[in-house]
């Protein structure tokens, strides 16, 4: 069913007006009703293809530098105006000095890699001074204007209660360039993504809904909020792994892949873990996310307890090699304990020839047994693999490093080889469209009936068929 299909209702509904109110109309206010349907179907077409095609991802990025603004003041130079009426309604306008002391507080920032720039608070500018493990650097002074001022606009931080002193400072600090010290940031982009809106059967996906996915248990992608100079700061601790009981430790290691790769492989990683699900819902999962945006790498593990039941991981990358062995990897995710295990002593049987070659008399007799010298009497301390694969702090960290050393191997896919894909709109979207043609088309043929505008022919005989009905009307 097509969005176009919605041009029949004005055709129809200004016919009957037509026929009803034939006088009320000229012959160009026929198409009014037909023209400005037509506008607002094609507007309409175009933000609905817009809304259809494009979809958020998120991008990873890297802290470079943070940044310390100490509050300050300066003397704003400025000239007011005010207008008075004499009782002749002569305006006069009178000008004066206005000049006044400006305060700004403190305020604290950071960017990133690719140059994005956003607030932060007093607090996490510290922690990230402390993680950097580099000094603040001055890199701009302000002589203030008043030194005794006090700090404006900087309640509940260091500077509250105190005075600006003769100059206020600008700090920055820089990262140090170590990935035990990285601090991942993440903002959110649109692009667009044909598949999502098109027939996914074409490619072996089948549709799940949020009310389906709320259902199964699937992941939905975590709310963002904020994004920008004067946002909060939900870009630092929007998550990568989804799921099970992570501590911080492991969560902050994680994302600080998607910092790393996020810029250099432009990928997004997302592990997600599921507790006592069969592997089916992990390809639920991918026909919800429709295998994820364009950047992302997904890596689903069951598990129950520490236990790895099904390890799982989908993409839109260029190859599958690198998907299919991550899968692989999370399988192998044994761990090893020390076991202590006794062990007898090794010993050499005595022949009964050995006997009597070394005693010469058959009543006496050696042990049946000896020893060999020099053996360890301890016990022995061996690495006993797990039975199963698990997930454990260590496994944790093992993925870590292994991803570390292989997520350069993300090629992402670009979505313009899917351009050749046709969008249609939702029912929903094309029922919308022809209620309100049908709003537009009933409310300009009120406008044309209703105007003063009319064609002189029509009303010339639209009044002589008054007048020739009234005059053969009989009292």
Not at 131 to 154: D, P
Not at 228 to 238: R, V
Not at 459 to 467: L, V
């Amino acid at each position: 069913m097509s969005v176009y299909l919605a041009l029949l209702i004005p055709i129809v509904v200004t016919f009957i007006f037509y026929y009803f109110k034939k006088h009320m109309f000229t012959w160009w206010e026929f198409f009014v009703p037909i023209f400005s349907v037509l506008i607002a179907v094609v507007i309409s077409k175009a933000i609905i293809n817009y809304n259809a095609v494009n979809f958020t991802e998120y991008w990873g990025s890297t802290i470079t530098a943070v940044f310390e603004e100490e509050p300050y003041n300066y003397w704003q130079h400025q000239t007011c105006s005010y207008t008075t009426t004499d009782s002749k309604g002569n305006s006069t306008t009178h000008y004066y000095d206005c000049s006044h002391q400006e305060d700004v507080g403190p305020s604290w920032w950071a960017v990133t890699n690719i140059n994005e720039e956003f607030s932060i608070t007093e607090k996490q500018h510290d922690e990230l001074v402390a993680q950097f493990k580099t000094k603040k650097n001055i890199i701009e002074s302000r002589r203030n204007h008043s030194a005794r001022s006090k700090c404006i606009g900087s309640s509940g931080t260091k500077f509250e209660g105190k005075r600006v002193g003769e100059t206020s400072l600008v700090y920055q600090t820089y990262w140090n360039g170590s990935d035990d010290t990285r601090k991942a940031y993440v903002s959110r982009h649109k692009y667009v993504n044909k598949v999502k809106a098109s027939d996914l059967t074409i490619f072996n996906i089948s549709l799940v809904n949020d009310k389906q996915a709320d259902s199964l248990g699937l992941f939905k992608y975590p709310e963002y909020r904020g994004g920008g100079l004067f946002s909060n700061t939900q870009g630092l601790d929007y998550p990568t792994i989804l799921g099970g009981n992570i501590d911080k430790e492991t969560h902050e290691k994680f994302k600080r892949l998607n910092g790393k790769f996020g810029v250099s492989n432009e990928s997004r990683l997302w592990i997600l873990v599921f507790e006592n699900k069969p592997l089916s819902i992990a390809q639920n999962q991918e026909n919800y996310w429709v295998k994820g945006n364009k950047n992302e790498l997904v890596i689903c593990i069951g598990k129950n307890g520490n236990e790895i039941l099904w390890s799982y991981a989908f993409s839109w990358a260029h190859s599958e090699v690198l998907t299919i062995e991550i899968k692989n990897k999370v399988l192998e995710l044994y761990t090893y304990k020390d076991s202590i295990i006794k062990k007898s002593p090794q010993v050499i049987l005595v022949p009964k020839q050995v006997n009597n070659k070394i005693l010469g008399d058959k009543e006496k007799k050696l042990p049946e047994v000896l020893p060999i010298p020099n053996q360890s009497t301890g016990d022995s301390i061996i690495k006993i693999k797990s039975p199963y694969p698990m997930l454990t702090e260590k496994t944790w960290n093992d993925l870590y490093f292994y991803l570390n050393e292989n997520l350069h191997r993300f090629e992402r896919r670009s979505f313009d080889e899917f351009d050749y894909l046709t969008v249609e709109p939702s029912t929903g979207a094309i029922i919308f469209v022809y209620i309100f043609a049908l709003f537009i088309t009933i409310g300009t043929n009120l406008w044309v009936t209703n105007n003063d505008i009319y064609d002189e022919s029509n009303h010339k005989n639209e009044n002589k068929r008054k007048n020739s009905w009234v005059g053969n009307r009989k009292y």
